[in-house]
């Protein structure tokens, strides 16, 4: 083997990768060490100077009441999306498989996913306020005729619902290219042993499409957790702090509080949770794949 | 020969990227005598800026304006942020005067103004807002108040005249136009945005403008002092007031934003809403034509307690920083003028805080003018605007909660917690704001 040979190949190419490498450094890992950086001081966002108090930062925000209530609507949120946005996606995805006009159907359902959030939370503030009211009073459903978003029981729901509507034809995309690699042969072979269409899907199917779940899985909790601008503009994270998510906290402690050092370490701790999240269930998931290979 | 044309096509991509990303973001001309403002303001007043610069550059071609709008206060503020984390502050910015901007005049970050002259074309006010160590930071362009502002239609229609001298002169006669309201066939005449913190929070600061601090004009400055709470009766009795209002307002009002109140107010559906004398200018831009109009508050008990709530609104302020200050003082000249502020203030429809202008007044603003001129009431300053950081959002919340069903010590006992909070993470300012206060 050439090793000189392949060195200048391995040296052109990390040319190539060096624009998005510099990108990455500047805009994501920059930042990030900024943020951890911060988050050891008690920057208030407006002077100049600072002191390091050390993990301070991090100790009070564990017994912070202000805190714990959006990290739980956090994780509730996220919880919750990501399986809605799974089942939906999955469903529309298996279900438009094999109906007439399927690309114009998948066209549709895919269409919220390019809309930017705030357009759809205040497209969906606008529908809560008038025309669902006016349907609720119609059928006579109180919460819904008061608007759902104003009702503290509801207004997370309705955030979990509105990002699922927008978000689930991207799942769906996902999942649509995951059935597309699994070999008909198997579903023409299951049929001729006598299995039902729930059979087929469940032993067939589900287990052939392992790294599409993955994927959407881990995108979905992540995504999920990282949301703000849904949230923010359809109910501004109330009534009270009723549907006010953990990213929305980072942001008044950072900039309406005038607490940017606690800010960027509520950021932090937000980090490193996905990257906890994330891990579990690359492990749980991947152990899965392997199990079914 | 292909492994050198691999790294000249790899080298090429990186100069492409690279160029744009690492080139000189100066907007200078060709000549390099071009120089250019970079200016922030808050969005709702960028008209008015583009519209005197515009003027401006007639006669000094060789300057531009690079304006940056912000939709909201907060925005600023954290546009704010980022510049001064980056190490890069704007040339000039206008935002609402208030605490964070005298922050950021004891900072050094603005450069003080009592050396221009530009002061001189300012209309009395409350000045201890507007300056820091004896000095003046900002130039006030627009003076600003909280109001009722009402669809004047609608209200005729339920036959209730309202004009410089006939406006609800205390709680109960306001009690009485609301019930004469709802006789015409209004069930809710009254449109809160209860997901906007302006607006759900309106009443309660124009009742502590209004009533508590015409009973303790200090009273910010001993709550701090811990002579007053949140949850004492003082701030109790609002909610007792704004439980009185709540039949006339919408149940489902949690869920409004401010454009369900703009569209209530102009459909007529509910004709009166709380807030700032500049909506007049959000509602002009949906209804040009529309008969609105702005009357004081009213929610002492006793009519002779009416004041009407003014204060110095936004303001413009040169950044020390800035490379162009001789620059950036001519415009802050032209646009404290008689010329530069009617060109600003026609553009905003705002009562303009300049002692000489010609802008041709918004007719919505017809009974808070003439009671100014006329000092047919004594003015209430808008004390919130030196409250600390973060109130707002607290108060935001609490009304919700209320609201949402809470009971009013309920509520004002997490008011209490969350101001508690606010103080323990900012004793600086706190220390600051007493050492500096003046007794009222």
Redesign the interface.
């Known amino acids: 083997m050439d090793l000189s040979k392949r060195n ?2 391995s ?2 190419e990390f ?2 990768v ?2 998005a490498l ?1 990108f990455y450094l500047v805009f994501v890992v920059y930042p990030l060490l ?1 943020g951890i950086f911060y988050s050891l001081t008690d920057w ?5 100077g600072f002191n390091f108090i050390g993990l301070d930062n991090y100790i009070n925000l564990a017994h912070d009441e ?1 805190v714990l209530g959006p990290l739980w609507n956090s994780v509730i949120f996220a919880f919750v999306s990501m399986i809605l946005l799974n089942v939906f996606g999955l469903l529309f995805a298996v279900g438009l498989d094999n109906v007439a006009g399927k690309s114009f159907y998948r066209a549709l359902f895919y269409l919220p996913s390019v809309l930017g959030s705030l357009i759809v939370g205040y497209i969906f ?2 529908l ?2 008038v025309p669902f ?1 006016e349907f609720g009073k119609m059928i006579g459903w109180e919460a819904l ?8 029981d509801l207004a997370l729901a309705m955030g979990c619902f509105v990002a699922t509507w927008k978000g689930v034809g991207w799942y769906m995309v996902i999942y649509i290219a995951g059935l597309q690699n699994v070999d008909r042969s198997l579903h023409e072979a299951a049929i001729i042993d006598g299995a039902s269409a729930w059979k087929r899907f469940w032993s067939v199917t589900f287990p052939l499409i392992a790294p599409a779940f993955t994927i959407n899985m881990i995108l979905s909790v992540e995504r999920a957790f990282k949301e703000y601008d849904l949230m923010f503009s359809l ?2 994270g ?5 549907s006010e998510l953990l990213s929305m906290t980072i ?2 402690e ?7 050092g ?1 800010g960027s370490a509520l950021g932090v701790i937000l980090f490193l949770i996905i990257v906890a999240v994330t891990l579990i269930q690359l492990a749980m998931l991947r152990r899965r794949e392997n199990d079914i290979n | 020969m292909k492994s050198v044309l691999k790294m000249f096509v790899s080298l090429l991509v990186i100069l492409l990227i690279a160029v744009p990303v690492f080139a000189n973001g100066s907007t200078e001309g060709g000549n390099g005598d071009t120089k250019t403002i970079t200016f922030l303001s808050l969005s709702t007043q960028g008209n008015g800026i583009k519209a005197a610069f515009e003027e401006y550059q007639k006669t000094h071609p060789d300057v531009e304006l690079d304006l940056v709008p912000c939709t909201t206060v907060t925005d600023f503020e954290t546009v704010m942020t980022g510049y001064i984390a980056a190490g890069t502050l704007p040339d000039m910015y206008l935002t609402q005067i208030g605490a964070v901007q005298q922050e950021y005049a004891a900072n050094g970050y603005v450069r003080m103004l009592g050396d221009t002259g530009v002061m001189e074309n300012v209309v009395p006010g409350d000045s201890e807002t507007i300056m820091y160590n004896g000095d003046y930071f900002t130039f006030p362009l627009i003076t600003e108040g909280v109001a009722i502002t009402v669809n004047n239609e609608v209200i005729k229609e339920a036959g209730i005249v309202l004009d410089e001298t006939h406006y609800p002169r205390c709680f109960s006669e306001f009690l009485e136009m609301l019930d004469q309201l709802v006789a015409a066939g209004i069930q809710y005449p009254i449109a809160i945005a209860g997901k906007d913190a302006s607006s759900v929070t309106s009443f309660a600061f124009q009742y502590i403008y209004q009533v508590i601090y015409g009973k303790d004009p200090n009273w910010y400055a001993n709550l701090l002092r811990g002579e007053h709470t949140w949850n004492d009766e003082l701030y109790l009795d609002m909610f007792e007031k704004y439980g009185q209002l709540k039949p006339y307002i919408s149940p489902n009002c949690l869920g409004m934003d401010q454009n369900g109140v703009y569209r209530a107010v102009i459909s007529g559906e509910s004709p009166i809403m709380f807030g700032a004398l500049n909506v007049v200018a959000s509602i002009r831009q949906i209804a040009p034509d529309l008969d609105v109009l702005c009357l004081p508050s009213c929610f002492t008990d006793d009519p002779a307690d009416q004041t009407i709530i003014l204060g110095y609104g936004d303001g413009v302020s040169i950044c020390s920083t800035t490379d162009i200050p001789d620059v950036c003082i001519d415009f802050l000249k032209y646009l404290a003028s008689d010329e530069g502020s009617t060109i600003y203030g026609n553009a905003t429809q705002s009562i303009l805080a300049t002692k000489e202008n010609h802008v041709n007044s918004d007719p919505a603003n017809d009974i808070v003018t003439y009671i100014m001129q006329n000092e047919t009431l004594p003015v209430s300053p808008m004390y919130s605007r030196q409250w600390i950081p973060g109130v707002k959002e607290v108060m935001k919340t609490a009304q919700q909660n209320w609201f949402a069903g809470a009971d009013a010590q309920t509520v004002c006992d997490e008011i209490q917690a969350q101001h508690d909070r606010l103080v323990a993470a900012n004793p600086d300012w706190v220390k600051n704001f007493l050492d500096t206060y003046t007794e009222k």
């Not at chain 1, 208030?44 to 100049?48: D, F, H, L």
């Not at chain 1, 005729?145 to 503290?152: I, Q, V």
């Not at chain 1, 109330?238 to 009723?242: F, K, S």
């Open positions: 200048r190949f040296f052109s040319l190539f060096v624009p510099v900024g208030n966002g407006i002077s100049p202000y503030s606008f809560f306020t009211s005729a008061n608007n759902a978003l104003g009702d503290p109910t501004g109330g009534p009270g702090r009723a942001y008044n950072s900039f309406t509080n005038k607490r940017a606690y």
